[in-house]
């Protein structure tokens, strides 16, 4: 946990003031720095000292076996792993012959800054070598959005006081040593030397190459750097290459405020196709673009695409600096993750860490592309078509476990399932529900038929042949699905899971609507008539499953005949539970890791009235623990839906202040994507109270008392809607686009090139007490040590 | 599955009458010899060719770590698996310098007879050499069931037609070379060298030594042999040891006729803890004692011991030769299995081969030993003595899980659990209630206070209190246990279990009741009246599910609402249906691997009305396939209590066959000892319709068609009733011991000296047509190729 305030508050921008070493590995995850394609954590650049070090490339992967203590039919041999790929941003200095490390001699200072409209990360260092040898270090590191393959770092030493020798050492090293190996499951199996060499050319021409494959999923990545290096006369240049090291060492003598002035630009490139001397012109081609724009070119790039980025995606908020802050960082984060994905993944982490083994989870689907398509609806699409290009490995999956249509990955790079405990994860069929909602999501805010018809409709119908082999009716005409897991990992394998249920009944209904949208289409895809009234027949009857004598939905069939965990009975150390309990005993009782009944009333809040949130809210309220970052922004958004407004915003602080005071004290593994989105539901669908769906967009704001003002743009229909929420009244202005029509409060109204204010009506009075299982209300945003 | 008639049809034999190399490892389990502390496989003494090399001390094992694709908290870190410990059997033969191997030359003959009850398998050899050199061997072999340490073997060649020059070497040989490496989940985990040499001691006076110890559990393991040896003058004898060979040598020249006779006597000692001098000296006393025993005196030994064993254990079966062969092969074996555990566990193969890793299950608490209880007592107290002093281990275990009491490991050697998948292994807590089941019936059957107190009622007490923590009363006042594993493997962690709720209802109510006859020990136990009266207050609002719509019991809370299997889409092929379908797939559907609420009907017949039964098997029948041995005799128990008699009739005809026609092909791991009990169950539960509990000992007899007349012994608190069933009536007899009340179909009558002949009323009509699964009808004994 980071337990002091790690970085300064400011708006559009995060600075940490000073090196800890001991959240080094942290802020590492925090300031990392992505497009989607590449990766690089905010590692020093000298290498030393460093949490983990990473450089990631999405969609690259290692395949490690998977073992069992007893093995059964179905499970996956092998999974994914994320490899650490050549670290191209190493460069070492001497200052005199001490190397420049910042664990010895005298730092003076050193402060790093993520500029979130600049789009780079600058580090600020003054040090003495242990022999008094003083320099200013000023480093700024990008990785560019307009150019996918690029990143660059300039880096400029200053001798300070009196002349100095200086030499700086810029690499390419590969195979690079995991410092960090920890015992939680979550964290991603270490790799050792997953890279085999295939070529290492020195800079020729200034250009330096590596080209390695991996072992088992035999892919190949080449990586290429090259410099712009300006210094005083008779500096040296000299180029070398052996092993897995590629170097260019540059030595100099500076007199007092001279300075050694260095741009890197590096590339990457991979493929499992192509041969190596294509995949090394490409990485060469790729560098000659980047110099061709030059420092300043790509600096100048990179703000214009942020800018038009925010344009669309800010979110003011007015008397909470902290969360102004954090949904930025928060958005900055997202668009990292999925700017330009280009048909590749969203990781849990994005390319932040090594974190679940770099995987893709359902939680891109549910908490991330819902935001993206309101905001940067391009990258929506991107996932959502790598989505569509694993349906071969989930059709195939689909056949191996006796069912029909696909059945999507529960954690995967590759498209192939990477799960290695079935009741949490093969049992875990509402990703393919999930994925469903994310594509009508989608195509709702967007009308994008192209997409729709392409990508959207094959994806709607093999979700739907999946709930149609997995689901039967029953004797009383209900229709079951029985024995799958639904979003809360403290149950499994239970009957008529709500949210599967009604999620389910969602992708029948999506796909019976899109092929008739799409009518030659799905015949080509093999639908006919009767196997949409099959999903429609089905939806019909959907069982959901309710508690008369409690007056509530039980999560699942039964859920609410069990034991509730004693609460009162567990210490606080004893959190999160999965680490200090079995499953067989988190399972049979009463215990929610994170919202599951609840996140059904967010997503299909038309199956619930307002009695039954507020009930069911309740309910579950006192039952979950939020043993993990999928949960604050759910709850939330129902405790704003359901008036407990105070409640409300306390969530939205713990998703907040997640990783940028590490509070479940696994950020150094990355970021938490889903629950970065999860701030911006909370305030745009928490407080803003939106809602889309059906062609109609709602909104029903309401500020709990923290916040004086609250203002976001959502992108609907090809409009662009801006919403200024104070405590009395909402502003909607027309942005971009032609007019539409907007509901506050359900009432709807035409938008047009006038602003229209209209009132906030009061909060419902909430009818019950709330309260959270002993210890487990929302986190403080500041935990103490 | 050996699909010819392997065995000749013989009351007290088994006589393979020609050598069928395909069938070999299945024989090798078959021909197994033990004491329950040395099992010896029935390999050739030629150690070629062979299936898979075998020689088992029991609770001699090796760890292996259990490995997981995704760990989990309280998952088992390592598993134990059997060791094949030093071989004593191989003895090599030289003809003129041609090796003795039946796969070369010309077979003559070769037979091979286990005799029940001289307890000795004889193999008769006449061979010709590729060079024509033609002799003829024979050899017999015995485990001794009076000396515990001790195996021998004598071995005879005679030339037959023409001088012969004759070596034979006698060897002890470790870490023998497994063959046989199965994709089988079942199948133990194969050990490469699992034995690290100590000493290795040629043959001096006679006596030769080798003592291992394994790498990671660091037990101890000794084993001795000398000979006595008669051959013609000038015979040659050296000894030889190095490395993991000791091998002594006999060089003779045999004349036509002439004889060379070897009598290797072999024993073993291991250890945890004694020291190597010591275990050493161990063995060679256990030779001394052989040897003075003689070769003669150990045969008379053993026979004595038999003739008093199948005095109490015979079963006659007139009308049926094949099931008279195989009760009494079945409960050969089951003698075998545990004559001298002296506080070692049962294993579910026995000490008859590696699979399941040689541990120990429920099936022993389940099956075998209420068969022992009934026939060979000392033995099942001996395996709940074992049980009892591995309450440590499963108190730990409790305590790990967050439980109370004890939890038993659902696989196991040394007490710890070994079970690598938790929903099959952990989950299911049942072992608890198999446990105190077994006791409850043992003191029940025997009045042996002195076990009780001492052994029965510390496991009656903490499995009574694991109960305690893992139920919960409901909002109805009903006791409820959730998400535990029944019998079924087909089914995984439900709720209201009805087997589990049945046994756990009942180990609650006897340890109460032990608990009263104990008070002062009970107290030393910590035991309170307040503890007690919690017992029997849970006991008595024990939850029983009940399906009112279709008249039948759940087997699980819910089960009847789940999709039945799609059995007339099953291929014969795709059987048993773990390998070919996901658990997931299985457990959400009505699909029955073995006897669960069926097996509750038998143990608990009291919670059921003769109604309930006939409905209820009818149900079950119609969903159980039998992917288990542990099914077709409790099928037939109630087959023959519902009125069922030729259903019942063929189901212990697969129950009797199982290991003698390979059923299940994978008799080669080893004999199925519970399957084996399960013939004896079949028959004096089934058609005898015996019961016993509550100080009463009940019979129903009812012969099915085939059958003329069933004669058995049962012995009951210090009598032995010997009970002689024709189609018409029904002789008892008091064999031993004192007169008690017996009753017969209901009717209770004094059986004092006089025999009583009571008629047997008619079967009841079966109320419905019985059908099974497509293609999962009981298995022919007899199985097509």
């Known amino acids: 946990m980071i337990t002091h305030p ?68 179905g499970y996956p041999e092998s999974g994914q792993t994320v490899v650490n790929v050549t670290n191209g941003k190493l460069i070492r200095l001497l200052v005199d012959d001490e190397p420049f490390d910042v664990r010895y001699g005298t730092l003076h200072e050193h402060v790093r800054v993520l500029d979130l409209r600049a789009g780079t990360l600058t580090r600020t260092v003054g040090w003495s070598s242990p022999t008094g040898g003083q320099v200013r270090l000023t480093t700024t590191r990008l990785v560019s959005f307009t150019h996918r393959a690029v990143a660059a770092i300039r880096y400029e030493v200053e001798a300070v006081d009196e002349p100095r020798h200086v030499v700086v050492q ?78 260019v060492t540059v030595a100099t003598r500076l007199a007092p405020g001279g300075r050694l002035r260095l741009v890197k630009y590096f590339s990457y490139g991979w493929s499992a196709r192509r041969s190596r001397p294509a995949l090394h012109d490409q990485v060469v081609a790729a560098l000659a673009a ?25 979110v003011e908020v007015v008397g909470d600096p902290e969360v102004q802050q954090a949904i930025r960082f928060g958005m900055f984060h997202l668009l990292q993750a999925s700017a330009r994905l280009e048909d590749r993944p969203i990781p849990g982490k994005g390319l932040t860490g090594s974190g679940y083994d770099g995987h893709a989870f359902w939680d891109t689907e549910i908490f991330v592309l819902p935001v993206l398509t309101h905001t940067y609806p391009r990258a929506a699409a991107d996932a959502l078509t790598w989505r569509k290009s694993t349906l071969p490995s989930a059709q195939a999956r689909a056949t191996q476990l006796g069912l029909s249509g696909s059945a999507f990955p529960w954690r995967t790079i590759n498209g192939e399932e990477g799960s290695g405990y079935w009741p949490a994860g093969t049992a875990a069929f509402h990703i393919n529900a999930d994925i469903a909602y994310a594509v009508a999501q989608y195509v709702d805010a967007t009308e994008d038929t192209a997409f729709e018809r392409d990508v959207g409709l094959p994806l709607l119908l093999q979700t739907a042949r999946l709930w149609c082999a997995l689901g039967h009716h029953d004797a009383h005409g209900r229709y079951r699905i029985d024995g799958v897991t639904g979003p809360d990992e403290y149950s499994a394998v239970a009957d008529n899971n709500v949210y599967t249920n009604l999620m389910a009944q969602q992708n029948l209904r999506a796909a019976a609507e899109a092929a008739d949208r799409h009518p030659d289409r799905a015949a080509e895809l093999g639908v006919t008539p009767e196997e949409t009234t099959r999903w429609r027949d089905a939806a019909a009857v959907m069982a959901v499953p309710y508690d008369e004598r409690l007056g509530v939905h039980p999560q699942s069939e039964g859920f609410t005949e069990h034991e509730v965990w004693d609460f009162a009975g567990t210490k606080p150390e004893q959190y999160p539970l999965l680490r200090h309990f079995h499953y067989f005993d988190l399972y049979r009782r009463q215990v929610v890791k994170q919202a599951d009944l609840v996140l059904a009333m967010h997503l299909r809040g038309d199956a619930f009235t307002p009695e039954q949130k507020a009930r069911d809210f309740a309910y579950y309220e006192a039952l979950t623990v939020r043993d993990s970052s999928l949960s604050a922004c759910t709850q939330a958004v129902i405790a704003a839906e359901v008036g407990q407004l105070e409640l409300a915003y306390r969530y939205l602080g713990e998703a907040a202040m997640m990783d940028l005071a590490d509070l479940e004290q696994n950020t150094v593994d990355g970021i938490h994507m889903a629950s970065l989105a999860g701030v911006w539901i909370s305030l745009v669908a928490g407080f803003g109270g939106m809602r889309a769906g059906q062609g ?59 602003p229209v204010r209209l009132p906030n009506p009061s909060a419902p009075e909430p009818e019950q007490r709330i309260h959270q299982p002993a210890g487990r209300a929302p986190l403080p945003r500041h935990p103490e040590g």
Do not use: K
């Not at 000298?46 to 999405?58: A, D, F, H």
């Not at 395949?63 to 007893?70: A, M, N």
């Not at 410099?227 to 590629?246: C, F, K, M, R, W």
């Not at 743009?713 to 809607?721: A, F, M, N, P, Q």
């Open 696 to 754: 109609r967009m709602r909104f029903a704001p309401r500020l709990p008392p923290g916040l004086t003002r609250l203002a976001f743009s959502v992108r609907y229909r090809g409009s662009l809607v801006h919403v200024s929420v104070t405590s009395d009244a909402t502003t909607y202005r027309l942005q971009e686009g032609p007019p539409l029509t907007v509901a506050h409060h359900g009432e709807p109204f035409p938008l047009r090139a006038e």
């Open 6 to 73: 790690a970085f300064a508050v400011e708006p559009w921008s995060l600075r940490e003031c000073r090196l800890d070493i001991d959240v080094l590995a942290q802020t590492e995850s925090v300031f990392s720095l992505s497009n989607g394609h590449i990766g690089l954590r905010g590692n020093l650049e000298e290498g030393e000292p460093c949490g983990e070090p990473g450089t990631y490339l999405n969609g690259f992967y290692e395949l490690r076996p998977l073992l069992y203590g007893e093995a059964g039919y």
């Open 170 to 247: 810029s690499e390419l090293v590969a195979n690079e040593t995991q410092q960090y190996v920890s015992g939680d499951p979550r964290v991603a199996a270490p790799l050792e030397s997953p890279l085999v060499l295939e070529e290492n050319v020195p800079a020729q021409e200034g250009v330096a190459i590596m080209v390695h494959h991996t072992r088992a999923s035999g892919l190949r990545v080449a990586s290429a750097m090259c410099h712009d290096i300006a210094g005083p006369d008779g500096t040296l240049i000299e180029a070398q290459a052996s092993g897995d090291v590629n170097r």
């Open 290 to 314: 980047a110099r061709l724009a030059g420092w300043e070119g790509l600096c100048a790039d990179q703000r214009r695409f942020l800018d038009e980025f925010w344009q669309g995606a800010d």
